[in-house]
């Protein structure tokens, strides 16, 4: 560990060397015993590291998934026969995966919808159209019929449906209102990672607005999205110097522009256990009655306390 990183957060410092886990994954690891200093087991995420130490992170071997239906809670803003509308939390996987079998969204609304999922792909299954980071929260529509899922995938392809986040990223986007623009390929060194790939990759571009100044050092921007390539809003912000705020990928250091806060704001932004972004505004047209359908989401008390004490 080099000096310069001294008195780091223990699951910041991993999550920023870890290749693509984040923070809240990497907390959760520490506190099952997954991580050693120098040997010794280290159970506190809030243990600041010390030059010359010796990390060792063990992740465990991923198993199967098995989607089984699961109760929990949901924030629904809409629901019929044919889909339903929900504000996912930050945290919650959208996919049971290796490492996330249980507790997923998809187990969620396996229990959640019951008898009313009418099969998709001859599985009775929730029609997952599109995706969100597991810490990303917002608006999402889930299609409960075939039919409902192959309309809402061909509107998602076709750039039909109109979508707009909400992000808290390091300094001050200039100009304050533009485009970010550039094909997206995953990254060659780190597959975890997305990247601007100039010869290959997927178009990708990025309507952004900033909202708020914060006293130069970052900003609530409102972003809109004229594509949809995995990580677009987060690639685009840090390949152009501006990564958001929290994100356990793409921001690899401490951002120069910090030194421009107070040490509590300072503390509150590096201390942001996710990447500040948030799915605001969805909007589609209804598969079956040709409705249009517009859905807000207020940004989350997390983000919105994080602003509050960067503005203070």
Wanted: net charge positive; aromatic share 6%; proline share 6%.
């Amino acid at each position: 560990m080099k000096s310069e990183q001294a008195g780091e957060r223990v699951d910041r410092f991993i999550a920023l060397h870890s290749g693509g886990l984040s923070r809240s994954r990497v907390k959760t690891l520490i506190e099952a015993g997954h991580l050693t200093r120098d040997g010794q087991s280290v159970t506190e995420p809030a243990e600041t590291v010390k030059a010359g130490q010796s990390y060792s992170l063990s992740v465990p071997s991923a198993v199967p998934a098995v989607p089984e239906g699961e109760a929990m809670a949901f924030d629904i803003y809409y629901e019929d026969s044919d889909l339903l509308v929900l504000n996912k939390p930050a945290g919650l996987v959208v996919h049971p995966a290796p490492g996330n079998e249980t507790g997923t969204l998809v187990n969620g609304l396996v229990a959640h919808c019951g008898d009313s999922l009418q099969g998709i792909g001859g599985q009775k299954r929730p029609g997952i159209v599109h995706r969100l980071d597991k810490d990303t929260s917002g608006l999402m529509v889930v299609a409960k019929t075939e039919k409902a899922h192959l309309a809402l995938s061909e509107d998602f392809a076709a750039r039909r449906i109109d979508r707009a986040y909400l992000a808290l990223c390091w300094g001050c986007p200039a100009p304050a209102e533009g485009d970010f623009e550039g094909n997206i390929g995953r990254d060659k060194r780190d597959r975890k990672r997305m990247t601007i790939t100039p010869r290959s990759g997927k178009w990708a571009l990025t309507h952004y607005k900033t909202l708020k100044n914060f006293q130069g050092s970052a900003s609530l921007v409102t972003c809109k999205l004229a594509t949809g390539r995995t990580h677009q809003i987060r690639v685009h912000f840090s390949a152009h110097g501006y990564p958001l705020i929290g994100d356990p990928v793409y921001l690899r250091r401490i951002p120069a522009v910090a030194k421009g806060f107070s040490a509590t704001a300072r503390a509150a932004a590096l201390d942001f256990p996710r990447q500040a972004l948030h799915a605001t505004r969805l909007g589609f047209t209804h598969p079956r009655t040709g409705e249009a359908l517009l859905f807000e989401a207020p940004a989350p008390d997390d983000m919105v306390q994080l602003a509050e004490i960067l503005e203070a």
